[in-house]
């Protein structure tokens, strides 16, 4: 039986670094704020939209949402996004993605404040992650992998890690990330051939391929330990679940994120995390 990574762990910790932080704005007058940039009302970004107002109240950060009409031109796009890179009351910029396919997101995530990308979307954040060195912030979903595995003293230096997916959202930052940390890193993808050769032999796998139960047993040895980034729709159980066939590998392994309960929870949290350290750069 599997250790169980819950992120609520992780949370925690995230949470007294933000509170301690919050208590030193206070004492200078200073409310940290996050702006949500919304084209229309697609029920999952409602969801995440929910949760992190949710967390940020009782934290002392304010969430401010600018919603546009779900056809709304690309023009009105730009302009909203303009007033939010200069409205100095705004610390921070979260911009559900995807667009409309007629508004250019290449453009858009490249037009965020670089002191206010805190999903570490632009290319000049990313670029940041790949010559290790703090420019901007890292993708947050991607932070909270490295966040899980600190706060269970997982140590990655000199292991071998297996990332499944290349995405700049999440598995390329996060390979990034986990090689600036000394692992030695094997990015797989759809085209990798013997994927799951190459993930039964590493002590780490994280998974972030979007795929419903895409890791089976056959992926595992019994000392690895698992981070499983997806999140899938499963419509026999109507329930979400991971890229990992959790019910059967975590038997198996050593070490496990469940979904939900595991890196979700704790992406929330950085974005609270960076929008507070943004504003403290901000004075």
């Not at 995230?14 to 208590?23: A, D, L, M, S």
């Not at 610390?91 to 667009?99: D, K, V």
Request: hydrophobic share 40%.
């Amino acid at each position: 039986m599997a250790e169980l990574l819950k992120g609520s762990l992780a949370v925690e910790k995230i949470t007294e670094e933000i509170n301690g932080k919050v208590e030193l704005l206070k004492s200078k007058g200073v409310k940290p704020c996050l702006a949500i940039l919304r084209v229309g009302e697609n029920p999952s970004d409602l969801s995440y939209e929910r949760g992190v107002k949710k967390k940020a109240e009782p934290l002392g950060i304010d969430v401010s949402v600018r919603a546009l009409p779900a056809q709304c031109s690309e023009v009105e796009f730009f302009d909203a996004l303009d007033e939010l890179n200069r409205d100095s009351s705004v610390h921070g910029i979260l911009m559900f993605r995807p667009l409309p396919k007629w508004i250019d997101e290449d453009k858009a995530r490249n037009m965020i404040a670089p002191d206010k990308d805190i999903d570490g979307c632009s290319d000049a954040s990313l670029g940041g992650i790949f010559v290790d060195r703090p420019v901007g912030y890292p993708p947050c979903t991607a932070e909270a992998c490295i966040r899980i595995l600190d706060a269970y003293g997982i140590d990655v230096k000199g292991k071998s890690v297996c990332v499944i997916g290349r995405s700049l959202v999440i598995g390329k930052p996060v390979s990034m990330m986990l090689l600036n940390r000394n692992a030695t890193v094997t990015i797989c993808h759809s085209r990798t051939e013997d994927i799951s050769e190459t993930a039964k032999k590493s002590d780490i796998l994280v998974s972030c391929i979007g795929k419903l139960h895409y890791v089976t047993e056959d992926f595992t040895n019994e000392n690895q330990t698992i981070v499983d980034v997806g999140i899938n729709w499963n419509e026999k159980t109507g329930k979400i679940s991971g890229d990992v066939d959790f019910e059967n590998v975590e038997k198996k392994v050593k070490a496990i994120t469940p979904v939900p309960g595991g890196v979700g929870g704790v992406t929330s949290a950085v974005l609270l995390l960076h929008t507070v350290d943004a504003c403290i750069k901000s004075l």
